[in-house]
């Protein structure tokens, strides 16, 4: 069982910068690969940013990259989405995810491979 807990959402000019934090916790946790999802009005959710388990290897969707720095830090149980130059269509609920992947590339990149969500943190970028 792994509980996730999201914080840092809200308000922001586009151009500006956002951090988002998930609080991770359980007794495996470390073992699990973390990801955020995002999802806007009228449509389904989406892939943002996936690290593995130990946090080696990373990815992001095309539309965030350059732009989304995603870190976690095992020993703290924590998960930080840095989230620059946002624009409108960054608009959404973002939720951080977990789940065990057992094969290259041991990502988290898509909802069906999640185990555990939090419950969102909603970010709105006004243009």
């Known amino acids: 069982q792994v509980q996730l807990v999201e914080s840092g959402g809200g308000l922001v000019q586009a151009g500006s910068s956002l951090r988002l934090s998930c609080a991770v916790s359980?007794?495996?946790?470390?073992?699990?690969?973390m990801s955020w999802f995002r999802q806007a009005p009228g449509k389904e959710r989406a892939f943002v940013a996936a690290?593995?388990?130990?946090?080696?290897?990373?990815d992001y969707a095309d539309s965030v990259k350059g732009r989304f720095t995603f870190s976690r830090d095992n020993a703290k149980g924590t998960l930080t989405l840095q989230m620059d130059s946002l624009n409108a269509e960054d608009t959404a609920v973002y939720y951080c995810?977990?789940?065990?992947?057992?094969?290259?590339?041991?990502?988290?990149?898509?909802?069906?491979?999640?185990?555990?969500w939090g419950q969102g943190t909603q970010v709105t970028v006004s243009s």
């Open positions: 995810a977990a789940g065990r992947i057992h094969s290259s590339p041991y990502l988290i990149q898509e909802p069906d491979q999640v185990e555990y």
């Open positions: 690290t593995s388990w130990s946090g080696a290897i990373t």
């Open positions: 359980g007794p495996n946790y470390r073992n699990y690969a």
